[in-house]
């Protein structure tokens, strides 16, 4: 996992932690600090092929982590 997509999947399980729904992609463009639109589509397209998220298709704010990625993991991620 990339340090990237470590950060979008972080932001993504926090919103979903405080708010019982996943964020747009705009919100998570804002949140991780990710300026376009269209890299957080990559990552969360990523994040999907890894097995690390779901989302319905062609729904609002259906990305939902499939686990906890534990917080101290941060050391181990790869480029």
Do not use: C
């Amino acid at each position: 996992m990339t340090p990237r997509m470590l950060l979008v999947l972080n932001v993504l399980e926090e919103f979903w932690d405080r708010n019982g729904y996943g964020p747009t992609y705009r919100e998570l463009a804002a949140r991780s600090g990710i300026r376009s639109v269209g890299n957080i589509a990559e990552v969360i397209k990523q994040l999907e092929e890894a097995g690390y998220i779901t989302r319905r298709k062609n729904r609002n704010r259906s990305v939902k982590s499939n686990r906890k990625v534990d917080r101290k993991m941060s050391s181990g991620v790869h480029s």
